[in-house]
């Protein structure tokens, strides 16, 4: 029977389709993974960023105040994240975001979905790479007394008060090495790199309460008044710059939906994935909150600013000597190493879960027969986070990954409700596994206008540059994904 328009753009993929894609024997991926190396990528995934990375660009638009930014991230993500679990617990698929969206508004929005996760997962793990490079040029310096050369340090397109800078004859070359390694243990199967991934992260949870512990004897409780900043750019003083620094930071978050987007791997996801995904937001937002209070008492907010490699000079600050710095910035180096390493994994999955539907190119879906692993979608997607990575200054990544977040959260909210109106229209309320409490419309409706909230204070240039991304999605649906949707053959 040949369908409408709308009955194309609104078609879904119902949850016994996923679980039968999911559950395919011969040629899919394996479910290798548990609940402890699931809550440790989402950890590895969002620990790292916030903290190591955006310090330097949150505390100069907040001020002390970029506590109760991260405050304000965490309650965000922590409505979502209820909305996560129980969806989660009904569609057990890969895609994360896109599979919940696909079993419940419609292909065409679960496309455009799709596009905000690529967006958001691919300058994520460029971003990261690029802040890797700080850190490990820090480690040589304190280590070997060497500096990278400033023309292999540097990206070809940097940011400055007065817009973009080119820099002819410039590579940032480090987080290029970094996305080819990442590539290399992707490529040798989902097992391995889970295991190196939980090493990594143990590490980093160490490295990070060893910051705490050197901080606090440097502690100034002056450093925190005052506390909402009371002048700078316009727009930026008070909540308002509390707001700003909400959206900057935002993106850490993004180890809630990458662990959702494992879900084809886990062993018993109905149970590993909601409790995979509370179990890191809660380890996270601890981390978060605790690194920043120590690291604010150490330093006045003042000079965060253009601070590169910043948790390691704070170190140094405060105690004089090198070792400290030093044993952080390894700790950093390897830290970042995993935050990227998990990033680049979220974003071949999704990929992998669209492929597989039909709605871009079946490249994507190929699985080594040897590793399992989809390792031509592993490369392509490494190829182009390490051209970014090395091309272009992180300054222009961070808000844009930021936004592809948020939006992919308010979709998973508006999911919530969906999926309960269609039980109950189909009388198949399912029993058990996690719900979010108080019904099918307050936490989702609170995830949403909290989403919308921080969204408003996000650069008009990345409203703008996130459209053009958006137009080009849907250019991208029309012209080849609603032809070759499986759902069309249906």
């Known amino acids: 029977m040949n369908q409408t328009l709308v009955q194309k753009l609104t078609r879904i993929k119902p949850v016994e389709a996923h679980a039968e894609d999911d559950h395919a024997a011969e040629g899919g991926l394996a479910r290798s993974l548990g609940l402890f190396s699931l809550t440790m990528i989402g950890v590895g995934a969002t620990i790292g960023t916030g903290i190591f990375l955006t310090m330097a660009e949150a505390v100069p638009k907040a001020g002390p105040a970029v506590l109760l930014s991260f405050l304000m991230a965490a309650v965000t993500a922590g409505l979502t994240a209820l909305c996560y679990a129980e969806l989660a617990f009904r569609i057990p698929a890969s895609g994360s975001s896109y599979s919940f969206a696909y079993a419940t508004v419609g292909e065409f929005l679960a496309f455009v979905m799709a596009a905000c996760l690529l967006l958001e997962y691919g300058l994520a793990?460029?971003?990261?790479?690029?802040?890797?490079?700080?850190?490990?040029?820090?480690?040589?310096?304190?280590?070997?007394?060497?500096?990278?050369?400033?023309?292999?340090?540097?990206?070809?397109?940097?940011?400055?008060?007065?817009?973009?800078?080119?820099?002819t004859g410039h590579i940032n070359l480090p987080p290029m090495i970094l996305c080819a390694l990442c590539c290399i243990l992707l490529a040798r199967g989902t097992k391995e790199s889970a295991l190196t991934n939980t090493i990594m992260v143990i590490i980093k949870l160490a490295i990070l309460v060893f910051f705490m512990v050197v901080a606090f004897t440097g502690f100034d409780s002056a450093n925190f008044t005052p506390f909402f900043k009371t002048e700078g750019a316009p727009g930026l003083v008070g909540m308002a710059g509390v707001t700003a620094a909400a959206g900057t930071v935002f993106f850490s978050f993004i180890g809630l939906d990458t662990v959702a987007t494992a879900g084809e791997?886990?062993?018993?996801?109905?149970?590993?994935v909601p409790l995979g995904i509370l179990g890191a937001l809660l380890i996270v937002t601890v981390f978060y909150i605790l690194v920043a209070v120590a690291a604010l008492g150490a330093q006045p907010?003042?000079?965060?600013?253009?601070?590169?490699?910043?948790?390691?000079?704070?170190?140094?600050?405060?105690?004089?000597?090198?070792?400290?710095?030093?044993?952080?910035?390894?700790?950093?180096?390897?830290?970042?190493?995993?935050?990227?390493?998990?990033?680049?994994?979220?974003?071949?999955?999704?990929?992998y879960a669209i492929s597989r539907d039909g709605l871009v190119s079946k490249v994507f879906q190929r699985v080594n027969p040897r590793s399992h692993a989809p390792v031509v979608n592993t490369i392509i997607v490494s190829i182009v986070v390490a051209l970014l990575g090395g091309l272009v200054d992180s300054t222009f990544l961070w808000d844009m990954v930021s936004m592809g977040t948020l939006t992919a959260f308010i979709v998973v909210s508006i999911a919530v409700p969906v999926m309960r109106h269609k039980e109950r229209k189909a009388g198949e309320y399912k029993?058990?596994?996690?719900?979010?409490?108080?019904?099918?419309?307050?936490?989702?409706?609170?995830?949403?206008f909290a989403c919308l909230y921080i969204m408003v204070d996000l650069p008009t240039t990345t409203r703008v540059v996130f459209g053009v991304w958006m137009a080009a999605a849907v250019a991208t649906y029309f012209l080849y994904g609603i032809r070759n949707s499986r759902l069309n053959k249906a």
């Not at 850190?135 to 280590?143: P, R």
């Not at 029993?431 to 949403?448: A, H, N």
């Open 301 to 351: 907010a003042k000079m965060f600013e253009g601070q590169a490699a910043g948790l390691s000079v704070i170190l140094q600050n405060v105690t004089g000597s090198a070792w400290p710095a030093l044993v952080l910035s390894a700790g950093a180096v390897i830290s970042v190493f995993s935050v990227t390493l998990v990033t680049i994994y979220g974003q071949t999955r999704i990929l």
């Open 265 to 272: 791997e886990v062993k018993n996801p109905k149970r590993n």
């Open 431 to 448: 029993k058990g596994g996690f719900r979010v409490p108080f019904g099918p419309y307050l936490v989702p409706g609170l995830s949403i």
């Open 125 to 167: 793990a460029s971003a990261t790479a690029i802040g890797w490079s700080d850190y490990l040029n820090n480690f040589l310096n304190n280590a070997f007394g060497w500096d990278i050369p400033a023309w292999l340090r540097t990206p070809l397109i940097a940011s400055s008060p007065d817009g973009a800078v080119w820099h």
